[in-house]
């Protein structure tokens, strides 16, 4: 069984968000894919097979944190997506089969690809008793991001409150399906970037996300709005940093970033 590590949406190793995507025939027991998205270690491993040519999809994909299955997750699609492009193993927009429904993504002409996702429905709450305290700075808005994302979208008040956050993660955890996204307008967008935002995962076992498309399906229409403009670039400001090209189309967004193959190895066990 091979393994390939793909750091995604960057366009550098050792940068992005790392995930592991394994090209099967078919899909063996959910304990085995559980098990190797354990030893992979990274926060989702894509695991993926070819489709019968006619369908509506070419692909079937599932995703895996090192706990538990996840509906959706936007940088291993884009790293499956890119194994699949590199290889030469499929050419074109690829349609991979989800808990989601069907996703699409095309690679462009610049070596990126574009993910077409659905957006997330975004419903403004009250603020939740303790939020503010586990996250360590007090909320100005908080929306659900609807039962496909499973967060609560966290607005505060700077970039700099974003990139200082040391929250309570098992306080955190008691918040959302998920986790939260804390994000903030850029200080300067002169720098190439519209919005940040920082992702908290507990409750899938992934305390912090290095950079999460899936989460951009709320950022972007959230942003798009306030800013005026369908068309932004969100950085997520975790350590290793990542940028996502994003665009609202209604119902649907679309992520666009670079991948890269980092390592390609075979599973012994």
């Given at each position: ?9 960057t366009d550098r190793p050792f940068a992005g968000n790392p995930a592991g995507v394994v090209l099967l ?245």
């Amino acid at each position: 069984m091979r393994i390939r590590i793909v750091d995604a949406f960057t366009d550098r190793p050792f940068a992005g968000n790392p995930a592991g995507v394994v090209l099967l025939d078919a899909f063996p027991g959910d304990d085995r894919l559980q098990r190797i998205a354990l030893e992979v270690n990274h926060s989702e491993t894509a695991f993926a097979h070819p489709l019968p040519a006619g369908g509506e999809a070419d692909w079937a994909l599932r995703w895996f944190t090192p706990a538990t299955e996840v509906a959706m997750c936007g940088h291993a699609t884009l790293a499956t997506a890119h194994v699949l492009h590199t290889t030469g193993t499929h050419e074109g927009p690829v349609r991979f089969a989800t808990r989601s429904g069907v996703l699409i993504a095309a690679p462009g002409e610049d070596g990126s690809t574009t993910l077409d996702f659905p957006t997330a429905p975004l419903t403004p709450v009250e603020v939740p008793a303790g939020v503010g305290e586990a996250l360590g700075t007090e909320p100005l808005t908080v929306l659900d991001t609807g039962p496909d994302i499973g967060d609560l979208l966290v607005e505060v008040a700077d970039e700099e409150t974003v990139r200082g956050l040391a929250p309570d993660l098992p306080a955190l955890a008691a918040h959302s399906e998920r986790g939260v996204i804390a994000t903030a307008r850029a200080e300067d967008p002169a720098r190439g970037y519209d919005y940040v935002s920082r992702c908290f995962f507990p409750n899938v076992g992934i305390d912090e996300d290095p950079v999460t498309g899936s989460a951009h399906t709320a950022l972007a229409p959230f942003w798009s709005e306030r800013l005026g403009r369908p068309d932004l670039t969100g950085l997520q400001a975790s350590s290793r940093s990542g940028r996502v090209r994003t665009e609202v189309r209604g119902g649907r967004t679309l992520l666009s970033g670079h991948a890269v193959t980092v390592i390609d190895g075979e599973l012994l066990a």
